[in-house]
């Protein structure tokens, strides 16, 4: 995520509050999330708020570790955390005086997901029904997700109707869980990698690599390339494959993963202007980040990858030379 967009995001959520005479508190997310990424700690900085987590999430960034039958103050209003492991096993819903909120845990007519990381149909049967249910049965039920804008119904209401739950038994209710196949969602690994570790995710680490370094466009470099315009170094960071294939006339070649191994002996001086470019223009700003931390003061990157170089007409040369 941008730091600008996620900025304005904390301005618009604590402006939303501000508007019906709220502060934002806490930042509590009610489990480790897998199918996205979680801001919950970029804005609990932004506002300066703690993050609050139910004590089995792995993730490092938690400020206030709960866990079942703790309660958290909001001026008079208590919130009380009641441990539902089974989406995973850091869920947890939270009991206000009118209303539950149940994150993944209990959705209106569905139900989380139990076959993702940490996930376990027994877990959520048992949480559903010692717990969950053993609370009102008038409790309003306010989900993590609610993609329809279904109107709010009761804990009784979900419990006689919600489909997931029409089965005789545990044992039944788990083997359609288990049937349930669904499609595992992008990025999941890397998804609970960043949310369960405070790691970046793969597009913030090229969106800070891009910040450090500066571009050649691909007109630029193609009057150069033209014009046999010696004074950068052009390096191509793709696999020998690619290269071997096609490749800017005049590059050397290599790749990413020896990058660091290989540079110097390319490039004894680390005043030379080095370009990387690679398919997409990606890899390639990682490279040029990495060789300005090693030294090569001037490193750059293609602004756009080799794929808009062909795109652009411009020229290739083959053969696997390096
Ligand atoms: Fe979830």
Known sequence: MRGGSRRARAERYAATAAARGLAIQYLIDTHTHADHFSATRHIARDLGAPVVMHRASPAPFVDLAVQD????????LRLRVVHTPGHTADSMCLVLPDRVLTGDTLLLGSLGRTDLPTGNAEALWDS??????????????????NYKSAPPTTLAEQRATNPRLAVPDRAAFVAEMSARNLELPRHVTEALRTNASGGKPVSQLIHDAARAIAFMSIGELRRRVEERRSEVAIVDVREADAFAASHVPG????????????????????????????????????????????????????????????????????????
Not at 130 to 142: I, K, N, Y
Not at 262 to 274: K, N, Q, S
């Open 69 to 76: 039958g703790d309660s958290l103050a909001l001026g008079t």
């Open 251 to 322: 590059a050397i070649h290599i790749p990413r993963g020896q990058l660091e191994l290989l540079v110097d002996r390319h490039f004894p001086d680390p005043a030379t202007r080095v370009l990387t470019y690679c398919e997409f223009g990606k890899i390639s700003t990682l490279a040029a980040a990495t060789l300005r931390q090693m030294g090569f003061a001037s490193a750059i990157a293609l602004d756009g990858g080799f794929r808009d170089w062909v795109a652009a007409g411009a020229p290739v040369e083959s053969g696997a030379k390096t």
């Open 128 to 145: 559903l029904h010692e717990h969950l249910f053993a609370l009102d049965p008038a409790l309003l039920v306010h989900p993590g997700h």
